[in-house]
């Protein structure tokens, strides 16, 4: 049986070491697929394979010709055309298809949050919130928020793996760094730059949620670009162990 898992997150990570190891069928292929984004990703055990296939029509045309069984869409919850181009291929070439999809995040008692539907909405929210903006959506779109007068006249601390590339804002100083993150460290990140505002998108997870904490504790208000709605009716689980399970079951 060959699997394919459309990764580049934890859970897809998580998910081939499962499947890989000791408690995986015998017998079993398991391929990531990575997008190429980041110049040095976290290498999944199995094969690996690097770069897009070409839209949906090329994703069916590799797995008739890798001969996969199994497709599992565990990307970024705001990868978004991958998401319908792996729906749609697996549709094409009759592959059953799990969507692994971590829960989004909930505000709780303290949280000051302003849901936005995109970066540009978040942009346009930002000068009615604060003066120095911890954004932490990553280095892609950046250009949303540059070349506004208002938003020149702030300051940016702008988290990403790799260094970003224009446009991006006026005002800005990049911190490069990877998750998983902690608390103390997000309280002190906050203390430090005098952090007055933060945006981020609903990724979910744990590696990243501290700062989170850390805003709500600190009384700072957080821009949360809410998700992209994904393909409907996909077989969707919450977990790196449920889609293992999954795999099992059809194995047997």
């Known amino acids: 049986m060959h699997v394919l898992i459309l990764g580049g997150t934890t859970e897809a990570r998580r998910l081939a070491e499962l499947l890989t190891g000791e408690a995986g069928p015998r017998g079993l292929r398991v391929t990531s697929s990575l997008a190429g984004r980041v110049a040095a990703p976290r290498m999944p055990p199995g094969e690996v394979r690097v770069g ?11 797995l008739t010709g890798h001969h996969v069984d199994a497709l599992i869409d565990a990307t970024h919850p705001f990868a978004g055309t991958i998401s319908f181009n792996a729906a749609r291929a697996a549709a094409t070439a009759h592959v059953p298809l799990l969507a692994l999809r971590r829960p989004g995040w909930v505000p709780e008692d303290g949280d000051d949050w302003h849901p936005v539907d995109s970066l540009e909405q978040a942009a346009r929210v930002l000068p009615a919130l604060g003066e120095r903006v911890f954004l932490t959506t990553g280095r892609m779109g950046l250009a949303a928020f540059a070349g506004d007068p208002e938003l020149d006249a ?17 005002r800005m100083e990049v911190l490069l760094d990877r998750g998983p993150f902690t608390l103390d460290g997000e309280r002190e990140l906050l203390r430090t730059h005098g952090i007055d505002v933060l945006v981020t998108k609903d990724s979910g997870g744990a590696a990243t949620a501290p700062k989170l904490v850390a805003a709500r504790e600190a009384g700072v208000p957080v821009v949360v670009v809410r ?7 996909l077989t969707e689980v919450a977990t790196p162990q449920a889609a293992a399970e999954w795999v099992l079951a059809a194995a047997r």
């Open 227 to 233: 998700r992209p709605a994904g393909p409907e009716g």
């Open 154 to 170: 702030r300051w940016f601390l702008v988290r990403s793996v790799d260094a970003p590339e224009p446009p991006f804002p006026a």
């Open 52 to 62: 897009g296939f070409g839209g949906a029509e090329g994703l069916a045309a590799w």
